[in-house]
């Protein structure tokens, strides 16, 4: 090569500084490669970001049945032991696979009622006939002596409650029932959703409530604990935090979704003379995935003390 030791020492000058000369520039600029910096983020996901991803997919898919336990001095003696299957969060039409998980947990389980407390799916309205159909095989897996009841979630509407009211669930939208237990008339309120559709009524219907009778309330948030106490409830009920969904570790969640009684946002919880259960939800909603957070359904069983 002509003049091999001037390309040399040219050559080596561009690549050790990493300076770019393009074609009839006479001028040298320190070569920044922009594709290069974009490039990584992709890589970035598929190496640690993916793999990360399905084993949240997987947490969120592992759903458990937990039986926890409330212990409750003044718990009337006819409701000693008394089982309640409690279902939230289903979101069902990103989550068909429920069906048949929630079918097996159910197998062989032995409760008295079973409570749901919203957000069945995360589509507001224009379900798929088979989203309907879904829903209605889960409840037809639920076999409870003392029926199925259920409130409506931030992510259900009118439309919702219609069309799930076909099927064999009763819906407590703003209203009082008494389910006779052996003798007793247990007192259960269903309430709105308060997160999204909170209303005078919510209200009335707590207010409304003059009962000594042992009280179990269906919400689907834990953000009226109080309204809910000060209305002589013994039980709250209720979901919609998914418990946190992703959590940093067992005890803080990313983030909550509730403006109000953030600390009741998962697990059992007592807010002075009455006690709660805040669900974990069976579903996922917006990210399909969970981290230090399992997905759930409970059987809830009431005690007057601890069982020795
Ligand atoms: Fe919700």
Same mark, same amino acid.
């Given at each position: ?152 979630? $931030?992510? @259900? ?6 069309? *799930?009211? =076909?099927? !064999? #669930? +009763? ?120 981290? $230090?957070? @399992? ?6 069983? *009431?005690? =007057?003390? !601890? #069982? +020795?």
């Amino acid at each position: 090569m002509k003049n091999f030791s001037k390309w040399k020492s040219n050559r080596l000058n561009l690549e050790q500084n990493e300076l770019k000369c393009s074609a009839l520039e006479s001028n040298k600029q320190k070569n920044i490669d922009l594709f290069k910096y974009v490039a990584i983020i992709p890589k970035i996901i598929i190496k640690f970001l993916y793999p990360l991803y399905l084993i949240g997919k997987k947490n969120a898919h592992n759903i458990i049945l937990k039986e926890k336990h409330i212990i409750d001095s003044n718990l009337p003696t006819s409701l000693e032991g008394l089982r309640i299957l409690h279902i939230s969060d289903l979101h069902l039409d990103e989550r068909e696979d429920l069906v048949e998980s929630i079918s097996k947990l159910l197998e062989e389980q032995e409760y008295d009622i079973c409570f749901f407390t919203g957000d069945y799916f995360s589509k507001v309205r224009n379900h798929k006939e088979e989203d309907y159909q879904n829903f209605n095989s889960i409840i037809s897996k639920i076999k409870c002596k003392l029926g199925i009841y259920g409130v409506l979630g $931030n992510h @259900d509407s009118v439309e919702t409650f219609e069309n *799930l009211s =076909k099927f !064999k #669930i +009763k819906f407590l939208n703003n209203e009082c029932l008494k389910i006779t237990i052996n003798s007793y008339p247990l007192n259960v309120i269903g309430l709105d959703d308060v997160h999204y559709f909170y209303s005078d009524q919510v209200k009335a219907t707590l207010d409304e409530n003059k009962s000594d009778d042992f009280t179990i309330l269906l919400v689907h948030s834990p953000e009226i604990y109080d309204l809910a106490q000060k209305n002589k409830v013994n039980l709250y009920l209720c979901g919609h935090t998914h418990g946190g969904q992703v959590r940093l570790t067992q005890k803080f969640p990313v983030f909550r979704r509730i403006k109000r009684g953030r600390k009741y946002f998962s697990g059992l919880w007592i807010f002075k003379n009455m006690h709660g259960h805040t669900s974990d939800g069976a579903g996922t909603s917006t990210l399909d995935i969970r981290f $230090n957070c @399992d997905p759930e359904i409970s059987i809830i069983i *009431l005690n =007057k003390s !601890k #069982i +020795k």
